[in-house]
Nanobody, 122 residues
Framework: QVQLVESGGGLVQVGGSLRLSCAAT????????IAWFRQSPGKEREFVVAITWTGIRTDYARSVKGRFTVFSDDAKNTVFLYMNSLKPEDTAVYYC???????????????WGQGTQVTVSS
């Protein structure tokens, strides 16, 4: 079964930037959408952004629009999440997930990575 592997998390100061990567171990022909979710302690998993592998369609959560940019490198089976102007409230474990369409609910995705920690310090 295809697996998703996130990387790129770390510690960054307020206003800083990070790039997260979500690499698929093989081409996901039956999971045309990749989404990023995040979860911080005591909170529910929150939708961040979704993109089709072709990169043609994207959907951003209002809280990150204008600060985060998602990009799909179809040839490398990798989706990148560029995060700029980071805020303390962006601190969370970030997960990528594969699904059938651009949805904002975690139940609509059935292939998940292990997550990568992002910590924004003030």
């Amino acid at each position: 079964q295809v697996q998703l592997v996130e990387s790129g998390g770390g510690l960054v100061q307020v206003g800083g930037s990070l790039r997260l990567s979500c690499a698929a171990t093989e081409r996901i022909t039956d999971r045309p959408a990749i989404a990023w979710f995040r979860q911080s302690p005591g909170k529910e998993r929150e939708f961040v952004v979704a993109i089709t592998w072709t990169g043609i369609r994207t959907d951003y959560a209002r809280s990150v629009k204008g600060r985060f940019t998602v990009f799909s490198d179809d040839a490398k089976n990798t989706v990148f999440l560029y995060m700029n102007s980071l805020k303390p409230e962006d601190t969370a474990v970030y997960y990528c997930a594969g699904g059938m369409d651009l949805r904002s609910e975690s139940k609509d995705y059935d292939v998940w990575g292990q997550g990568t920690q992002v910590t924004v310090s003030s």
